[in-house]
């Protein structure tokens, strides 16, 4: 088949800031065919796409759009390029139907005649073979079907260049099989499709050709039907690089933390972490790796006491200096004031650090307060020794702010994560778990937490490290648990594995559901 | 009960019913939109004096003033100054995107300041209170819309008010045509849901607050102006009534759970409630005050109600009371 | 396809300020101020023809001309900072009670009931502290009913506080018919005039003293209740955010509860204080509207209770001054609304330019 050009990108780049998101990227996206965007987390996969859809708009380079050079500057200008793109948030209003979504925003002439709009949905579905009821209301729907009326919405409008966001996220296996029957659908309608995702073997089931990039650069393309998931692998990760993190040896480590049966639903019903177990040691650092949204987030939270675990669940604490074989504290079913009364030292730094962690309108002291305000049986705060503390971590962690009293929300994100870690690790914690703890820092604050995070390992603390760079993790860690859909793929020791096997056991279970 | 009492009972609720249907008809639009305009009885007060003030001077200066000249000049006078107050609230939270909840009340003392301190100046100027005659304009509000005197029952109960009472139930079917059924409705409804997702479609989302805000708050003003034209035919009182009249169209929204037919009824409902204490023999007039609590009350336990339910459709927009930046790009 | 636009900047972009220097912010605020008064003098320029500035002067001798009339500029004043003090925390928790003004009424039909009931049975001082406390417990009930309803069921507080007022207006009007005083005035008439039984003493000479003493201790307690104490410091944290508060172990239905109980309560205290301090007798217009003010002064004073002493002044001072220019040049005295009005639209106006920065599309910053 001859497969035409719909969309070509010269050398686009794009800065937010000093991070260079994309650069000087240049695509091709042909009609006809399935092109998958492949790429770690935080690779400018979503970042290039969304200057189609007219989110962004680049710094440098230009867009083709059927050979012609064009300005995406709204929505608007990509409808009219006839680009539509799927995004991860829906963009839907919950209280209307689905064919009031559809048709929303469109300047048709005419009345709304919701009856016709039905039936050009309908029309639409059949075509590519997805069902949808035009009546539904949007908050009495599955994922799955909010993801179809998003697609529909964008066919509606004629759009022949569709562009999935990591469609496949938030699918069952079976729902995703059939978005793949839709696609491949479109692709022999002579539509150019783009899918943006992490997971190799949904890259070697849909695609006709990948992409891949790394670190906002573009590393190459490739046929599908002449690569294998290694070698994407190899160029998606690329060669392991040497970061010279410095890592001890862990001194006798002993069990802290035995979590046994750890499963989550969300508010939706949706299984978020699926029968968790592990054992974090005093002594060393756990890594925990896993693409975004495997269960991370829920699983720190569940042993912070911030969500609710299904039965059969159980934590057990045991303090430094617990004797073998004692029982150890149970902390499943304790609210967070709880944990902490009953005498376990637990330290949480949240991916959401100015939304959970501190309170932004304070300075550092109120933030330092945050842990320790109920000290004391006066009625007022005690001032004195956070002020004390802010201080000690200012100078210490060389927070650059204009003063204690200076609201942290106005800090840069490097000394914000400063705020908060130093405070977490002053409360001279048992257990300390991060997550994310180096997103959106430079070299050296990185390299700063890191040597935090050693340090309180040497002390004997258990740390958990939730990280997406797996450079990072190897380098960090002595112990690397991988997450996958919820479920752990596998424990590996940090010191003699490698990143392919890693990167491999974040998809394990994906690639056995896809076989099956 | 007598059955000439049940009537006059009947009627006065739909005389009463109607200057919060207008308040609340016009608070529905504006929530639509997302705006929370907590400013409806300012906006009352304006219409009210702005209507009253155009008929005046028209009356004063013409010795025989034309019905028609009258009906048009109080009505577009009331209309457009509420419709300034919406767009003095629109540009406050909208553009400079102060406190809705603070700029509305802000609104509710200026309003009424400025409609009671003309209001004093029109009573002065017509030789003290009570002494304004706008006799022309209040006739026409007043006048029946059909000669019901042979129509029995059926015309003292259906026929026997002035034309605003109709075009306020007009008014009511027509906006719930407009935000069901057509395209600029389900944009509106978009924008006052989900803001985000209406800019994602293309929809101008400040453009479509600024008209439902201004276009809602003169709806509210002619609540206002039916009260002083008709309700208290055609004078001025400095007693407060108004700015009463405009929390319970707050309140009726809220009943009508922002629906607008659902208002119809609520309103005549609440003036059955408000009225009701005259025709209960043997109520003291300390009890008569307990049963004007009623329409707050039955609002609360709607309220209450639909919290409890959850129910996706009766919920207020979801974006109520939330100002609408599009993230920096 | 060809229909594509060019990309253009727009003319104006508004950015939000990374943080303002607390001299420029308050530079903002008066000039905004200014500009509100310029704009008002021109108001009363085109209905009165009169000089504004003579007009200011009126005003000034209006609210501080006299002894007595700076006393009742000073009660008013005192009046709305008390009920903004009240509001304070609620709104720093940022639940929106604008239910103040029914908090106010059951304070003070509380306290002129039991004035009425026990003014002969018990010596005033005991008479004091059991209306105060009575009138604490009822605007703390009254605060209390939407904050569980917000707390279990989340039901909207700003809807359910705003219908909280007309029922407790209603039930003062109740109140006013069944101690009607002389029969069918409508008003209760001032209570006790004779034996002056549950009136506040005049303390330093002062027949308003107690006001004074009462309202600014309040306010410097709450101030110092917000900052300092341990319940304070949870207040801000839900404020801030809801989820720091459960991360921080906080129980936030409790917070927000136990915060609108002790709203409710200052607010009903404040009915206290215009009841046995101020009018001795109880109307629908006992609040006045005051409730309502009070969540500007409050809102204004971003929950500073000491820049709420000023905001209140300022507010009062404009309506005194008001009332005496109407006197004086025959005009009525709801002036004083609308300059009300046109002050505090250029005061919430004037915030935007607090918070963001309009930036030209040359790149260059507009100043203001």
């Known amino acids: 088949m001859e497969h035409t050009s719909a969309i070509q990108l010269k050398n686009i780049t794009k800065r937010f800031g000093k991070v260079v998101a994309n650069d000087s990227v240049s695509l091709d996206i042909r009609r006809g065919e399935i092109l998958s965007l492949l790429g770690e987390n935080g690779s400018g996969k979503t970042t290039l796409m969304n200057m189609l859809a007219g989110i962004y708009f680049p710094d440098e380079g230009e867009i083709l759009v059927n050979g012609q050079s064009v300005t995406i500057a709204s929505p608007k200008d990509a409808f009219l390029c006839g680009i539509g793109m799927i995004h991860q948030h829906f963009k839907l209003v919950d209280v209307f139907t689905a064919a009031e979504n559809i048709v929303l925003g469109l300047e048709d002439e005419g009345k709304l005649d919701l009856k016709a709009a039905a039936g050009k949905i309908t029309d639409i579905c059949q075509k590519y073979g997805f069902s949808i009821d035009p009546a539904k209301k949007v908050y009495d729907m599955s994922v799955s079907e909010k993801q179809t009326v998003e697609i529909v919405k964008v066919l509606y409008r004629g759009a022949d260049i569709l562009i999935l966001d990591e469609p496949t996220a938030v699918l069952t296996p079976q729902e995703t099989n059939q978005l793949f029957t839709v696609m491949r659908n479109m692709k022999a309608d002579g539509k150019a499709m783009v899918i943006i995702t992490h997971k190799l073997h949904e890259v070697m089931d849909v695609s006709d050709r990948v992409a891949v990039l790394r670190k906002g650069r573009y590393i190459g393309d490739v046929a599908t039907a002449e690569t294998s998931p290694q070698k994407l692998t190899d160029m998606m990760v690329g060669h392991a690089v040497s970061l010279n993190i410095e890592r001890p040896a862990p001194e006798n480590p002993t069990p802290r933390l035995d979590a046994k049966g750890l499963t989550v639903y969300d508010a939706m019903g949706v299984k978020r972490l699926d029968n968790v177990s592990f054992t974090a040691m005093g002594g060393e650092i756990l890594g925990i790796a896993g693409i975004a949204g495997s269960g991370q987030k829920e699983l720190l939270e569940a042993i912070a006491g911030l969500q609710g675990l299904s039965a059969g669940a159980s934590i057990l604490y045991r303090p430094i200096g617990t004797a073998e074989g004692d029982q150890g504290v149970e902390l499943v079913g304790k609210t967070p004031l709880q944990i902490k009364k009953s005498g376990v030292s637990l330290a949480f730094v949240p991916e959401d650090r100015l939304g959970m962690g501190l309170v932004g309108s304070l300075g550092m002291t109120g933030n330092m307060l945050l842990r320790s305000y109920r000290k004391g049986v006066g009625f007022f705060t005690d001032r004195k020794a956070p002020r004390k503390l802010a201080e000690d971590v200012m100078e210490q962690l060389e927070v650059v702010t204009p003063g204690v009293n200076f609201p942290v929300r106005r800090l840069s994100g490097g000394n914000v994560q400063k705020v908060l870690v130093g405070r977490e690790i002053a409360q001279e914690p048992s257990v300390l778990m991060t997550a994310y703890a180096v997103r959106g820092l430079d070299i050296n604050t990185s390299y700063t937490i890191y040597n935090l995070l050693t340090e309180q390992k040497m002390k004997g603390v258990a740390v958990i490290y939730v990280g997406e760079d797996l450079d990072v993790l190897l380098e960090l860690c002595d112990r690397i648990m991988v997450l996958c859909g919820g479920q752990v793929s596998g424990i590996v020791d940090a010191r003699s594995t490698t990143k392919e096997e890693v990167g491999l056991l974040m998809t394990r279970f994906e690639k056995e559901a896809a076989q099956s | 009960m007598t059955s000439t009492q049940l009537i006059q009972l009947i009627q006065s609720a739909i005389v009463f019913g109607t200057v919060i249907l207008y308040g609340a008809l016009g608070e529905i639009l504006t929530e639509k939109s997302g705006n929370l305009n907590l400013g409806v009885p300012g906006i009352m007060y304006l219409g009210g004096i702005a209507g009253l003030a155009a008929s005046f001077f028209y009356e004063f200066n013409n010795p025989a003033p034309s019905p028609v000249v009258c009906l048009v000049l109080s009505f577009v006078a009331a209309f457009l100054a509420a419709a300034l107050g919406g767009l003095l609230y629109s540009f406050l939270t909208i553009t400079l995107r102060a406190n809705q909840n603070v700029t509305g009340l802000t609104l509710t003392i200026f309003g009424s300041g400025v409609a009671n301190f003309f209001g004093g100046s029109l009573n002065t100027m017509a030789g003290g209170v009570g002494q304004i005659s706008v006799a022309t304009s209040s006739a026409i509000y007043r006048a029946n819309i059909a000669n019901v005197s042979h129509l029995g029952v059926f015309g003292s109960l259906f026929l026997s008010y002035g034309f605003m009472v109709y075009l306020a139930i007009a008014l009511a079917i027509a906006m719930r045509w407009f935000l069901g059924r057509t395209r600029k409705g389900l944009n509106l409804r978009a924008v006052g849901e989900n803001p985000a997702t209406a800019d994602a479609a293309g929809i101008n989302v400040t453009r479509n607050k600024y008209l439902a805000t201004c276009i809602g708050a003169g709806i509210s003003g002619l609540g206002g102006l039916y009260y002083t034209m008709d309700y208290i035919k055609g004078t001025w009182a400095n007693d407060g009534t108004i700015e009463a009249l405009g929390w319970l169209a707050v309140a009726l929204v809220i009943f009508a759970v922002w629906r607008s037919v659902n208002a119809i009824w609520g309103s005549y409902l609440f003036g059955l409630l408000f009225w009701m204490y005259l025709y209960i023999p043997g109520l003291t007039r300390s009890s008569q005050e307990l049963f004007k609590m009623l329409p707050y009350l039955v609002t609360i336990a709607v309220l209450i109600f639909i919290s409890l339910r959850k129910k996706q459709e009766n919920q207020p927009p979801a974006s109520l009371g939330l100002a609408y930046f599009r993230e920096e790009r | ?368």
Not at chain 3, 180 to 188: I, L, M, Y
Not at chain 3, 209 to 234: C, D, H, P, R
């Open chain 3, 1 to 368: 396809m060809s229909a594509v636009k060019q990309h253009k900047e727009p003319l104006l972009r508004i950015a939000k300020r990374d943080g303002i220097a607390r001299s420029k912010a308050y530079a903002i605020r008066i000039v905004a101020v200014l500009l509100s008064l310029v704009v008002s003098g021109i108001f009363i320029f085109t209905v009165t023809k009169l000089n504004p500035l003579q007009v200011y002067e009126a005003m000034f001798d209006g609210a501080f001309g006299s002894n007595r009339r700076s006393w009742v500029t000073i009660r008013d004043a005192m009046m709305l900072l008390c009920i903004g003090v009240g509001l304070a925390p609620a709104f720093k928790m940022r639940f929106w009670n604008v239910g103040a003004e029914g908090q106010v009424l059951l304070g003070g039909i509380v306290t002129a009931g039991i004035m009425l009931t026990f003014g002969s049975a018990l010596p005033t001082p005991a008479l004091l502290v059991v209306m105060a406390a009575a009138s604490l417990l009822a605007g703390c009930v009254w605060g209390v009913i939407p904050a569980i309803f917000k707390a279990v069921w989340n039901t909207n507080e700003t809807l359910f506080t705003l219908m909280m007022n007309y029922v407790a207006i209603q039930l003062t009007s109740y109140c006013v018919a069944l101690w009607e005083n002389p029969f069918g005035s409508n008003t209760v008439g001032v209570i006790n005039q004779q034996t002056k039984a549950g009136w506040f003493p005049a303390v330093f000479a002062q027949a308003y003293g107690l006001n004074v003493i009462l309202v600014l201790a309040l306010t410097v307690g709450m101030f110092l209740y917000l900052k300092y104490s341990k319940q304070g410091y949870e207040i801000t944290v839900v404020g801030d955010s809801v989820n720091t508060a459960r991360y921080a172990g906080i129980n936030v239905k409790k917070v927000t509860i136990r915060t609108m109980a002790i709203s409710g309560a200052i607010c009903g205290l404040a009915g206290f204080i215009a009841v046995a301090g101020a009018s001795r007798t109880i109307s629908t217009s006992t609040a006045g509207g005051r409730g309502f003010t009070a969540i500007i002064v409050a809102w204004l004073a971003q929950f500073n209770t000491f820049v709420m002493i000023l905001i209140s002044l300022l507010l009062v001072f404009l309506q005194k001054g008001s009332i005496q220019i109407a006197s004086q040049f025959n005009l009525n005295d709801y002036a004083s609304s609308v300059i009300t009005g046109i002050i505090l639209f250029f005061i919430l106006g004037s915030e935007f330019f607090i918070n963001y920065r309009v930036i030209m599309r040359s790149g260059k910053e507009a100043s203001k």
